[in-house]
């Protein structure tokens, strides 16, 4: 009986191995990203081949800014771009309908609060809570003007059938016209000659000194009475708000949108060198249009009551830019040399992998058609039947123009996508994702900037970003995908990509021209080598590692 039970024990095991030999033998038409190498496997071999791509500069109209995750405000001086001035306005929006002030309301004062970006990195010999701040670019001064807007912000575009989102641009345009200054700049509020973002802890103190609160660093305006300005300032805000109490002006949310149209934040700087730069988050629970004020104690006689009447800016919100330069398109047929790519209202790169071609039914066999007939056969009508080669890894690698770029901060992250669907690639979404660390979040897929020492072989220190396509190629090559025109452009924070809207571009001839959000929320720009680099070593190619039949 022993014996029976070990000669069936034997048998189910030659049948696994069998089917295991089997299944590897199916798997080789069907599992396109296995990694097999001529170590553990005697029937492969691997290798890799180089194929041409098309790559050129295609510099940028006026971009969508309207409801951005995050508002631009500064100047950004690129030594090799130039100067971006960063502007924005936006409304103010508030939870309570019918807001009552009360009777004999004394105003204290308003105070603007929008925190920045920011890491505590320990405390300081006092106890307070020390900051690094992480969206702040530069550290010169300039000119900050806060202006009360008379331009209202439409949630709707008046002349579409359906209600279509209303559009607004960097240039200050819509689609039916242009925004002008003087309607921007209404009342002024309040102007800073030298306004610089500082990274100190915000202390709170009551009316005897002692601390009620502690606030991480923000951009803080206070209006408070004390000189005839200042008692200016006060007033201003007691007459468009306070004195409004119980007046439909106020009652609802309609109504305040038309009649306080919002805030105007107005960035200048001279002739000198300016660069301060800030990425604001306005959506923050933190930020907002506080009033602290006094009223009666209709209760009883006893002392005043102290109160507080809050704006947020979760509504409406437009971003201004304003470019002291400009970019050519490169060369779509042939390519370029170098690649130009600049945040915001820029410049990107488009992609053509081999001669960005599909299969057709012409007579002329193109770079795509060799690839394809290379990898897979097809039937007569191009679907997939199996794999002749393996796909393991496909990367598109960018060298950095070091003598071009003059900026003292690379940018670390670029990023890819599909400019047909404006979407991620497919690698976007197998690539691990880091919520709380952006910079290192899909790594695999989007290297970030890295720097390659060629110094002991007599050659120099480069920089360059690898871009892994591997399940790109595969969709293309298996399941029949398109070989899509690719978009690269330079990105703040990658993982605003996973679920962001599309934003417009302003281009008359393609109403689906898009721009991902990560790039037009970064001022920051580079030069990469394109496909046409002189020095053959640095240029642009797309770089398969495959495997294949040892026949």
């Not at 970064?522 to 394109?530: C, N």
Request: proline share 4%; hydrophobic share 35%; charged share 25%.
């Amino acid at each position: 009986m022993n014996y029976s039970k070990t000669a069936l024990r034997n048998i189910a095991v030659i049948g696994l191995l069998a089917c295991f030999v089997i299944a590897c033998d199916k798997d080789f038409a069907t599992v396109e990203s296995d990694i097999i190498n001529t170590n553990n496997a005697t029937n492969f071999e691997t290798a890799s081949n180089k194929y041409d791509v098309i790559s050129y500069t295609k510099a940028l109209p006026p971009i969508q800014t309207n409801n951005l995750p995050v508002n631009l405000l500064g100047i950004y001086d690129d030594p090799l771009y130039g100067k971006t001035t960063a502007s924005f306005v936006t409304q103010l929006s508030t939870s309570f309908v019918e807001p009552d002030f009360g009777q004999n309301t004394v105003l204290d004062s308003v105070v603007i609060t929008i925190p920045y970006f920011s890491t505590a990195t320990g405390l300081d010999e006092d106890g307070n809570t020390e900051y690094e701040l992480d969206s702040i670019f530069g550290d010169s001064s300039y000119k900050l003007s806060l202006y009360e807007s008379n331009y209202f912000l439409r949630d709707f575009e008046p002349n579409s059938d359906i209600n279509d989102p209303q559009i607004y641009y960097s240039n200050k345009t819509t689609s039916t016209g242009s925004i002008s200054d003087a309607v921007l700049e209404g009342t002024l509020i309040r102007s800073i000659n030298s306004f610089i973002p500082e990274n100190k802890q915000i202390i709170l103190t009551d009316t005897e000194g002692e601390i009620t609160e502690r606030q991480p660093p923000a951009l803080r305006m206070v209006f408070k009475s004390g000189t005839p300005e200042q008692d200016a300032e006060l007033e201003y805000w007691k007459e468009k708000i306070i004195d409004k109490s119980g007046e439909p002006e106020i009652s609802n949310q309609s109504n305040l949108n038309d009649y306080f149209r919002g805030l105007y934040f107005k960035a200048e700087f001279d002739d000198d060198i300016t660069n301060n730069f800030a990425i604001l988050n306005l959506t923050s629970n933190d930020a907002n249009v506080t009033l602290h004020y006094t009223r009666d104690n209709t209760l009883n006689n006893d002392e005043p009551i102290q109160s507080t009447f809050t704006f947020n800016f979760v509504a409406n919100r437009v971003n201004f830019l304003s470019n002291d330069f400009t970019l050519s398109d490169g060369d779509p047929f042939l390519g370029d040399e170098r690649l130009f790519l600049k945040g915001g209202e820029g410049s990107l790169a488009m992609i053509k992998l081999f001669d960005g071609e599909n299969i057709d039914n012409d007579n002329n066999i193109n770079s795509f058609e060799l690839f394809k007939n290379d990898f897979v056969e097809t039937d007569e009508n191009g679907n997939f039947i199996r794999s002749k080669k393996l796909v393991n890894e496909a990367n598109l690698v960018f060298y950095v123009d070091k003598d071009a770029v003059q900026s003292l901060v690379e940018p670390e992250r670029i990023y890819i996508y599909d400019t047909k669907n404006n979407s991620p690639l497919i690698d976007y979404f197998f690539d691990s994702a880091s919520t709380l660390d952006p910079i290192n979040s899909r790594t695999a897929h989007l290297g970030r900037l890295e720097e390659v020492d060629n110094t002991a072989n007599g050659g120099e220190v480069e920089y360059r970003y690898k871009i892994r396509i591997t399940e790109h190629i595969n969709n293309i090559l298996v399941r029949d995908s398109s070989n899509v025109d690719l978009g690269l452009v330079v990105s703040g924070n990658i993982n605003l990509e996973s679920n962001a809207q599309d934003y417009d571009i302003l281009n008359p001839e393609d109403d689906n021209d898009k721009l991902p959000v990560s790039s037009i929320i970064t001022q920051r720009g580079t030069v990469l080598f394109g496909n046409n680099a002189m020095e053959e070593g640095k240029r642009l190619y797309l770089e398969i590692f495959f495997t294949e039949p040892n026949n």
